[in-house]
């Protein structure tokens, strides 16, 4: 009974945390709209830092040893960002499946069992299709630099509760119980877990939920090996990686994977950092813990406000 009363005791203080530090980052935001967007935060203009010289990563067979080439996290830098809005959650299960009603988005269901409950993060879809959802949405995945400043905030902390390593109690990863903290350690293979549903763990920074764990998250972005040599694509202002990142009829020359972020129910804590990076074929078949959530410009977040309600 001691143990139980610790543990909600320890959930309440992650909870004070997590929402101080998300009013915190919210002040001073006079770039974003006065009307609220249902389920999306608005991250106001400014600068954020950017990569780890960590040595850790979470590329295929160096999760759990120093890797054998410069990690692609670095160089540390300052990047700046206007305002954009953010997805408070991970995209749905039944949040695809109302757009798969509409006739615009593809109608697919996860390839395994259990990841369908209505609050599940939606899984199993590729780069194309998660970004014509965000399209439909009348928003745009999030590039990298806006996943990792929702991710980590302006004040240099490594993770959106601050700078302790990930834990079960504030995301959803695989620890020394198993995949998915354990919680269902004896399902059949491949899954040995899944995704759980959304806010299950305390919000982080501006209020967004599971940017680290549950389901891992595709970004706008051509994969490039680090910051250094994707250059002026990745610096400065507002960047969006090599070729614009976006645009999903054109290929890039020299680029074939998209990037993926946040770590998953899968992955152990080393990949679940607001600074990992991991590549994936845009067309290649999904896996059970690629995710997605959208974001969207000023610009789109002014027509999201405006659209005449349905």
């Keep these: 009974m001691r143990k139980i009363f610790h543990y909600f005791i320890f959930i309440a203080v992650i909870a004070i945390y997590s929402i101080s530090h998300a009013q915190d980052d919210a002040r ?13 935060s608005c991250i106001a203009e400014g600068s954020f830092i950017r990569g780890s010289e960590a040595h850790r990563t979470c590329m295929q067979g160096e999760v759990r040893r120093i890797p054998a080439q410069k990690p692609n996290h670095r160089p540390v830098s300052k990047i700046s960002l206007t305002t954009f809005y953010m997805d408070q959650t991970e995209v749905t ?57 929702a991710a980590r905030g302006t004040r240099g902390e490594l993770y959106p509760w601050g700078d302790q390593k990930a834990d079960c109690q504030r995301a959803v990863i695989k620890d020394r119980k198993g995949r998915s903290c354990g919680i269902n350690k004896k399902a059949p293979s491949p899954r040995k877990g899944r995704t759980l549903v959304v806010k299950s763990r305390p ?58 972020r946040g770590g998953s129910w899968y992955w152990p804590e080393n990949c679940a950092t607001s600074w990992t990076r991991r590549p994936h074929f845009p067309r290649n078949k999904p896996y059970h813990h690629f995710g997605f959530r959208c974001a969207a410009s000023l610009e789109e977040a002014q027509a999201l406000v405006s659209k005449p309600k349905e």
């Design 28 to 40: 001073g935001s006079d770039d974003c709209l006065s009307a609220d967007i249902p389920g999306m």
């Design 93 to 149: 299960y039944a949040a695809y499946q109302a757009c798969v009603k509409t006739g615009v988005c593809r109608r697919r269901r996860p390839a395994y069992n259990d990841y369908n409950r209505p609050q599940q993060p939606m899984v199993g879809l590729t780069w194309y299709e998660a970004h014509n959802y965000c399209k439909a949405m009348g928003k745009h995945l999030p590039t990298e630099a806006e996943w990792e400043k």
């Design 203 to 260: 919000p982080g920074r501006y209020g967004l939920y599971d940017m680290i764990g549950n389901a891992e998250e595709w970004t706008a972005d051509w994969y490039s090996k680090d910051w250094e040599t994707c250059g002026v694509s990745c610096g400065g202002q507002d960047p969006k990686g090599p070729c614009g990142g976006q645009d999903p009829g054109k290929k890039c020359q020299g680029y074939t994977k998209k990037v993926v």
